[in-house]
């Protein structure tokens, strides 16, 4: 019996000493550089299964992963692993338009050759990659002698989480939706079976550990929801339209989006983080110098508002040149076209804005409203011009649209009204991209699913909506909430940038708030929304009221300093529910944005972020009258350094702003 024992323990010495070498036989494993972030591979009984670990806990306990296929079945079962391919990057990248300039992509990734036993034999291979913010996984399908093509009716990519973890996420009922909603809170433990959860889901574990779940690089492929079946939550991919078999149809080679985890035991750092952008592929449009992004007009929102005046209102030249004085006046660099009174500026015979008729022609306008006039009248005030459009009529005109569109000078539009990420959609929105690249021409989509990181590869997609955001004050009985505020910026806006419908300057106490269409009320106090300029990344921001509402305001100075794409971005304060704080980077100004939720509050604000030397700091603040009246606020101008800590008092609802100019 000695010689037996004592094999046992030299085999238990090999296990305690060397785990990689014992687990290498069955197990692949890759770790993010700083070593935090631990990802487990194995096949258990020819299946395969993952595992993900942050600073040693288990946040993903084995999860299967596999596929349905509607020809060749099931790929998943009897599998075996070919030789895997380590490597690393170390690389930086410019982002032309967004959070950070200069972008460090840092991470590990292993290749998973996975072939099966089958007579078949079709390869899939399974690309992991870890950072020290996130890991991410897709599946390649490489082009192969006995497979050319699939149909695929399931993903069958499951995240089995550690525990009972809590989560924000928006509910759907159905794939058909606008990605637009009130966040739900619970443990998962309360989250029903089968419930469609959109993404970024975000999930906090025991000793404040995050994981946001979402996709990055979505390009030729169903988005990606949530459901939770037997305990645990699975993929589950937006249909083809018109029945609910059917998810992806591709030809070989292809891939899937990338299914990501942002983790980290501090939540400003998936705030912070580039792993969306580091997943998708280089700018395919050489020339970016045409791409101008900045702040515009929308007044749609404030309800087509014009002053007293001797013209009569409506889709013309002298409603569009109220709108252009002003924001050549305020350094508002767009105004936009919209139409009037829920009438498009182009020809059709649509009962409103949203529902689509049998006729449109968006290469031509109306006839009370000259599109070149506009837009030469704009140019000559240093104003750009860009255009509201329902998708349904822009899309059957693409190429020629977009031809009349730069002839007229039209720099970019919002296409609205898409409602869906089924893979014809998701097709459908990378040509526009694409063919509005080609006639220098930005992209905003409205009522869209959330952003993949696509910004990088085509710069110009501007921003997404797929919020719930204050356009709901016209009809939403309580408003949008600061509350609400909260939940997207630890959420949706992970994602990326974000429409908003920022600027409503007629703030009132929450029992006061009423509803209305023209000249909206908001729930929050202005220096809260002054502070969403900052804390939302949004390249093109909306400075949505009217003329008047703004003239002579307290704050009003402010949105025409902000800037809307950065060098740099910190979060410096946060806690999830509670209160934010960013601090964004121009050249060698920082502007500084925190918002609060219902609490009076006073947080610490440490300087320490700031380089050597001394800064002149503008801050805007709630003050003693605002608890009455939530649009005062007090403005205080004073020199400060790294060493400086800013206190910073704030009402519910409220919100600070600091300007740091360079000396």
């Given at each position: ?24 036989q ?11 972030v ?20 288990i ?20 599998l075996?692993r ?36 089958k ?48 989560v ?126 900045g ?57 409103n ?16 409203l ?26 059957p ?61 085509y ?19 309580q ?80 949105l ?30 920082w ?44 403005k ?28």
């Amino acid at each position: 019996m000695k010689p037996i024992k004592r094999t046992v323990s030299l085999l238990l010495f090999i296990l305690y000493c060397c785990p990689y070498c014992a687990l290498a036989q069955v197990h692949t494993i890759l770790k993010s550089p700083d070593g935090n972030v631990v990802f487990s591979f194995k096949l258990k009984d020819h299946k395969p299964f993952y595992q993900v670990a942050y600073k040693g806990k288990i946040l993903i306990s084995d999860s299967e992963l596999g596929f349905v296929f509607k020809e060749g079945g099931a790929f998943g079962p009897e599998l075996k692993r070919s030789k895997v391919v380590f490597s690393k990057m170390d690389s930086y990248y410019e982002l032309p338009i967004g959070k950070t300039k200069t972008v460090h992509d840092l991470h590990s990734q292993v290749l998973i050759p996975l072939i099966e036993n089958k007579s078949d034999r079709r390869q899939i291979n399974m690309v992991v990659r870890a950072f020290n913010d996130g890991l991410a996984f897709r599946f390649e399908f490489p082009k192969q002698k006995n497979w050319d093509a699939y149909t695929m009716t399931d993903e069958n990519s499951s995240f089995n989480l550690a525990g009972n973890p809590g989560v924000r996420t928006l509910i759907f009922d159905n794939y058909n939706n606008n990605h637009e909603g009130l966040y739900q809170k619970m443990p998962i433990s309360d989250l029903k079976e089968g419930q469609l959860m959109d993404m970024p889901a975000l999930f906090e574990f025991p000793g404040k550990q995050y994981m946001a779940i979402t996709e990055a690089s979505l390009r030729d492929y169903a988005g990606m929801y949530l459901s939770k079946k037997n305990g645990v939550l699975k993929s589950q991919l937006s249909p083809l339209q018109g029945q609910q078999e059917l998810k992806v149809k591709a030809v070989l080679p292809h891939q899937t989006p990338w299914r990501v985890m942002m983790i980290s035991d501090r939540i400003g750092a998936l705030i912070e983080s580039n792993i969306l952008t580091s997943l998708n592929e280089p700018s395919k449009i050489r020339d970016v110098s045409w791409l101008k992004p900045g702040k515009t007009s929308f007044h749609w929102w404030n309800g087509d508002v014009v002053p007293d005046t001797n013209f009569a209102p409506g889709a013309n030249f002298e409603t569009n040149k109220y709108y252009i004085d002003f924001c050549a006046k305020n350094n508002i660099e767009y105004h936009s076209v919209i139409g009037y009174g829920g009438f498009a500026w182009y020809p059709n015979d649509w009962i409103n804005y949203a529902v689509k008729g049998k006729y449109s022609d968006v290469t031509r306008t109306i006839a009370s409203l000259d599109m070149k006039r506009i837009c030469d009248y704009a140019q000559s005030k240093g104003v750009n011009i860009h255009v509201w459009v329902n998708w349904m009529a822009l899309y059957p005109q693409l190429e020629a649209a977009f031809t009349q569109f730069e002839k007229w000078g039209i720099k970019g539009m919002m296409v609205d009204f898409l409602d869906r990420d089924d893979q014809e959609m998701v097709r459908i929105q990378e040509e526009i991209l694409q063919r509005a690249a080609a006639h220098k021409l930005f992209i905003q989509f409205h009522g869209a699913y959330k952003p993949t990181g696509l910004n990088r590869t085509y710069p110009n997609e501007f921003t997404r909506e797929g919020t719930y955001n204050y356009e709901q004050n016209k009809w939403l009985p309580q408003g949008v909430t600061p509350e609400h505020d909260l939940d997207i910026a630890f959420t949706r806006l992970l994602a990326g940038a974000a429409d908003y419908h920022l600027g409503g300057f007629r703030a009132v106490k929450p029992e006061q708030f009423k509803t209305h269409y023209v000249k909206p009320m908001m729930a929050g106090t202005r220096c809260h929304m002054l502070a969403m300029y900052v804390v939302l990344e949004s390249y093109l921001a909306m400075v949505a009221d009217y003329p008047e509402a703004y003239e002579g305001e307290p704050g009003f100075n402010f949105l025409g300093q902000v800037p809307t794409v950065w060098d740099e971005t910190k979060v410096l304060n946060a806690e999830v529910g509670g209160f934010l704080t960013v601090a964004r980077r121009k050249g060698n100004d920082w502007y500084v944005g925190t918002i609060n939720n219902n609490t009076v509050r006073e947080l610490k604000i440490p300087l320490d972020f700031l380089p050597s030397g001394t800064f002149n700091a503008e801050l805007y603040a709630d003050g003693p009258e605002t608890a009455k009246n939530p649009n005062a606020l007090i403005k205080t101008s004073k020199a400060v350094s790294k060493t400086d800590v800013v206190i910073v008092k704030m009402e519910p609802g409220g919100g600070q702003v600091m300007r740091l100019l360079k000396q």
